[in-house]
């Protein structure tokens, strides 16, 4: 019953910034452990980010400085905000629950590209 709709993606300038959403219904996002991740073609689906209940964040080494998560319990909405942009963040940028996710939404397609 939870799904998730990710928005704010689009094209940018390389060294531009992005912010994503995801959008989270049927479940209350706080009490889980949630994650950004990313496909891009050919390339299998990796976790960016996390945060936990309590609120510690994770970042992959890839994008460690540039990005950050947070979320808004009152709105029940993830974010990512995205810094530096690089061509290699190229990707389709999806949200879900980390360690036992739940169906996937249709993702939110970044592209960094001059």
Same mark, same amino acid.
């Given at each position: 019953?939870?799904?998730?709709?990710?928005? +704010?993606?689009?094209?940018?300038?390389?060294?531009?910034?992005?912010?994503?959403?995801?959008?989270? $219904?049927?479940?209350?996002?706080?009490?889980?452990?949630?994650?950004?991740?990313?496909?891009?073609? +050919?390339?299998?689906?990796?976790?960016?980010?996390?945060?936990?209940?309590?609120? $510690?964040?994770?970042?992959?080494?890839?994008?460690?400085?540039?990005?950050?998560? $947070?979320?808004?319990?009152?709105?029940?909405?993830?974010?990512?905000?995205?810094? $530096?942009?690089?061509?290699?963040?190229?990707?389709?940028?999806?949200?879900?629950?980390?360690?036992?996710?739940?169906?996937? /939404?249709? /993702?939110?397609?970044?592209?960094?590209?001059?």
């Amino acid at each position: 019953q939870v799904q998730l709709v990710e928005s +704010g993606g689009g094209l940018v300038q390389p060294g531009g910034s992005l912010r994503l959403s995801c959008a989270v $219904s049927g479940s209350s996002l706080n009490i889980y452990h949630m994650g950004w991740y990313r496909q891009a073609p +050919g390339k299998q689906r990796d976790l960016v980010a996390g945060v936990t209940r309590v609120g $510690s964040t994770n970042y992959a080494d890839s994008v460690k400085g540039r990005f950050t998560i $947070s979320r808004d319990n009152a709105k029940n909405t993830l974010y990512l905000q995205m810094n $530096s942009l690089e061509p290699e963040d190229t990707a389709v940028y999806y949200c879900n629950r980390v360690g036992i996710p739940w169906y996937w /939404g249709q /993702g939110t397609q970044v592209t960094v590209s001059s």
